[in-house]
């Protein structure tokens, strides 16, 4: 099942250009100008932004999230209130409680939406600005829409410096908003009310173009927000910035049915950019055609539906057996929409066939040009359909994956299996009394910690958008803002942020606004008492769990002293969530259905168990390159360290 977008705007009559990533707009008297500060400017010109893919319309910017401070008030501050405040507002405001994650709400709601339709978010300057820088960098690495208006120092520069301003002797042009720069798609500063127009205009080039989206800012001077100008009337007029599907090149085409037709062992690499290009259906068409496995990564998975039986579960360092293994025979390796990172290469040990080919489809030539693939530049959907159909995979070899899935299922049921209610449930038991109650109109949303291993290894994705784990940043606190932007995204959806005490502690705050806002979102907060995911990482690398545990400092000057008395849950409910407390598997089996038939923002909190390595998660089924001390005189690091030459001595590069 495929997740609703937002609503559809009503179309406002504009002309559709027929190149892609292009701007059309109704035609309007341009005789007067119309007389607004830079600011209500602004504010007008984003409330008549469209876009439109496939003849559906959306709303480009459909809210814009807020922090005001001196560096916003009176400019953006006033011209959203200028707006309306109502349900008619011309530009819907959404009060936030930290800047980081408001764009990481923001994020969240452009995923959920396809990048067709995104936020923006304001800030005051100084402090207020550069928390944005996380949550840019998340937003750009993962190529999703988000439009930052922070606060500026004052253009006009009548006092020098002026409050929580940036000071740098060999510039007096800097500001901390240039922090801003490497993690933006496009970044300007509006010194003057005329350069806002080619300057807004160039931000939604860039906002609604699928090979160039990211992290879009205008840095706003704080004088020049409320200064006014006599602004063309075209430039209000409904503007309909049309995503194209790209086609790939024919001579490229030809070269990837050649090598199809020679391939006796491919594989599919499913990425974000499926989901991106909405390619399920044609992916799913290719599959069953040619029976070609589909493994896929984290921003990919889900592009089959878990019971398909080309689907071969995650693929990499948190991947599956099966996939991994057919990854180190394969000769021919197909990615569609992916960067090719790390976790999904296994650091470049994976793919372990001396003559392995790798074919791209990707809508950036950056990334179709990776592991010296084949490459088609394209739109995933489009490139697909444009490949057609490729001789089948012999018989055997589709016999060999089908049984490597079955008998990975079986493991995915020992790990969820729940023999003692009375028992306190595992990590792993808890996404499967989780995966037992959801149906394809669930949202399951994580980023960090030992869960996104977990869930690329075990999770079940029933249709397209249920699996949203954010992987490209792998940003700790990512999770509850934005499940509150794809509950915006999504209403009526059930939608569950997945943290643990670590990510919970870094970034809880928008727990208010999903009250203030009734979003509906249950918050499933798992204890185990410090980084569970960096303290077995850290046991792996020889630092011996250093530092990652939550507990109080012993008398030897370690923290291993018995844990802190945090309690989440009654910190959760201070901040106005309803919180359901679980110590039992049979508990937690209730909680969680409490929690999904509620109709407020809901929590269940459960302590979670050390598993064994009999009920546990099964282990990585591949490498991770995290480098290891050269040299040091304990044990445990040595061990490593001759651990790490024996897989780095498997690196190749693909050339």
Partial sequence: MTGPLPPESPTPGARTPASPASASRTPRSSAAGRRLTVAQA???????????????????????????????????GQALLES??????????VQ????????????????????????????????????LVTGAALATVNRLPVLLLPGDVFATRPADPVLQQLEVPYAGDVSVNDALRPVSRYFDRVTRPEALIPAALQAMRVLTDPAETGAVTLALPQDVQVEAYDWPEEFFADRVWRVG??????????????????????LIVAGGGVHHSEAEDALRAFADATGIPVAATQAGKGSLPYDHPGDIGGIGHTGTATADELARTADLVIGIGTRWSDFTTASSTLFQNPSVRFLNINITSFDAHKMSGISLVGDARATLEELGGAPRVPAAYEAEYRAGKESWERRVDRAYATPDPAARPTQAQVLGLLDSLVTGDDIVINAAGSLPGDLHKLWRARSTDQYHVEYGYSCMGYEIPAAIGVGMAAPGRPVWALVGDGTYLMNPTE???????????????????????????????????????????AP???????????????????????????RTVRDLREALAEARAADVPTGVYVETETPDTVSGPPPAQAWWDVPVA???????????REEYDRHVAARRRHL
């Avoid at 050269?630 to 490593?640: D, E, G, I, L, S």
């Fill in 556 to 582: 030897d000057g370690t923290y291993t002293g018995p844990p802190l008395p945090v309690d989440l849950a009654a910190n959760a409910a201070a901040l106005g969530l309803r919180v359901i407390r679980a």
């Fill in 84 to 93: 309306g405040t109502g349900p008619d507002a011309a530009m819907p405001y």
């Fill in 96 to 131: 936030g409680r930290n800047e980081q994650a408001m764009v990481h709400a923001a994020v969240g709601y452009a995923r959920q939406s396809r990048r067709l339709s995104a936020h923006a978010v304001t800030t005051s300057i100084g402090p207020g600005a550069t928390n």
């Fill in 511 to 553: 727990i208010v606004t999903a009250v203030q806002e009734n979003i509906p979102v249950t918050v499933v907060i798992l204890q185990n008492h410090g980084y569970a995911s960096i303290g077995g990482l850290s046991e792996s690398v020889g630092a011996e769990g250093f530092g990652t545990a939550y507990r109080r400092r």
């Fill in 42 to 76: 602004l504010v007008a010109f984003l409330a008549r932004q469209y876009t439109e893919r496939d003849g559906r319309r959306h709303r480009l910017i459909n809210a814009t999230w807020g922090i005001f401070g001196h560096g916003n008030v009176a400019g953006l």
């Fill in 245 to 266: 599907r790209q086609r790939p090149d024919t001579d490229a085409l030809a070269a990837a049915r050649e090598a199809l037709a020679s391939a006796a062992r491919p």
């Fill in 630 to 640: 050269q040299t040091a005189t304990r044990p445990a690091a040595v061990k490593a």
